[in-house]
């Protein structure tokens, strides 16, 4: 879990969010300095972790943005609660996955 290598990670998956993850990472890199503190890294290196485990599989990833979706444009509150759930079990798996 380097910043390196989530960076070639995200790069792989969605060019879109590898340029969000390097404007994230210049403003965490810049308040961790400010902060003289790690968890900020800490933080972003986690999430970033966490997004790439989201999506590394392709069929993961795709049940993703269908749920997302669904959410989006749920006609009623228990469809998008239902989506919802799904995709909050799908990010505690993922969690769980990246703190083993």
């Known amino acids: 879990m380097t910043e390196q290598a989530l960076r070639v990670a995200v790069s792989r998956l969605d060019l879109a969010e590898a340029v969000r ?3 994230e990472f210049h403003q965490v890199w810049q308040e961790a300095v400010q902060t003289d503190s790690t968890v900020p890294m800490h933080t972003f290196l986690f999430r970033w972790a966490v997004f790439v485990e989201l999506r590394r599989y392709p069929r993961r990833a795709d049940r993703l943005r269908e749920l997302e979706e669904i959410v989006g444009r749920a006609a009623d ?5 239902d989506a ?3 995709i909050s079990q799908m990010l505690g798996e993922a969690t769980l996955r990246v703190r083993r």
């Open 21 to 23: 993850f390097d404007a």
């Open 77 to 81: 509150v228990d469809a998008a609660r």
């Open 84 to 86: 919802a759930k799904e």
